[in-house]
């Protein structure tokens, strides 16, 4: 995980097993578990509505767009604990059938961070924000701003369309990239990558099993009511 001095608040798990805390230790990462309430209670405290974070309509949805669990994923296209993560989150979200897969950009390692974020969510309005965001994580390495574009031109993005519609919708992209760190402030991360799966906020890298693992515990606290 790409991250800051850890939060002190961000040692405290709400699921105290300790085969959690194996697994997560077993991934070699510092595996965080917090509850939805804490968020809750923060995100109302700076005036922030919570619902903005699963719904916002600026924010990319993958997976099944009416899944009965919701999975908010937090990266930096130039985070390399965000590119190991990403594909097994796309095999399990593939494969579950039943998760809603919510994109927030979260640009904040470098200038080519943020410029990777803007042509992605550009790509929205040609249908290919996916695609762009694959291309954008399979890069190996520190990427640049010519970079960013150079691995989009190699996709099927209209990169004609996607200038002119990052012409016309800059001042909603920035506004949505605004949002997104208000939302990572509001939850008081630390860095990339981390992810909110269902009640549960994953501060860490997780692999195939891990994020299946919480994908279960997540759904069984939902059937505990």
């Known amino acids: 995980m790409t991250r800051q001095v850890p939060h002190a608040r961000t040692t405290a798990f709400l699921d105290r097993s300790a085969s959690r805390r194996q697994l997560l230790i077993g991934l070699g990462a510092a595996g965080l578990l917090l509850g939805i309430g804490s968020f809750r209670d923060r995100a109302f405290a700076q005036g922030l509505d919570p619902e903005m974070v699963l ?15 919701s999975i908010v994923t937090f990266f930096d296209y130039n985070c390399p604990f965000c590119r190991r993560a990403s594909t ?3 095999e ?53 701003a010519a970079a960013m574009r150079s691995v989009l031109e190699a996709t ?50 997780l692999d195939k099993a891990g994020f299946e693992q919480v994908i279960k515990d997540a759904r069984a606290r939902a059937e505990e009511g």
Do not use: C
């Not at 719904?55 to 669990?69: E, F, I, Q, R, Y």
């Not at 249908?127 to 390495?141: F, R």
């Not at 996607?162 to 630390?190: F, P, S, V, Y």
């Open 55 to 69: 719904n916002d309509p600026g924010s990319p949805v993958g997976g099944n767009a009416k899944g009965s669990l």
């Open 88 to 90: 097994p989150l796309s």
């Open 156 to 205: 099927d993005i209209d990169i004609a369309r996607l200038d002119a519609d990052l012409k016309m919708h800059r001042k909603e992209i920035e506004e949505q990239l605004t949002r997104n760190l208000a939302i990572a402030e509001a939850l008081g991360l630390q860095g990339t990558p981390a992810y909110l799966i269902g009640p549960f906020l994953v501060a860490s890298a």
């Open 92 to 144: 399990v979200v593939a494969a579950d059938g039943d998760i809603r897969l919510v994109y927030k950009e979260w640009p904040i390692l470098t200038e080519a961070s943020k410029d990777g974020a803007v042509l992605a969510l550009a790509a929205q309005w040609q249908g290919k924000y996916e695609t762009a965001h694959t291309a954008l994580m399979a890069q190996e390495g520190r990427a640049d």
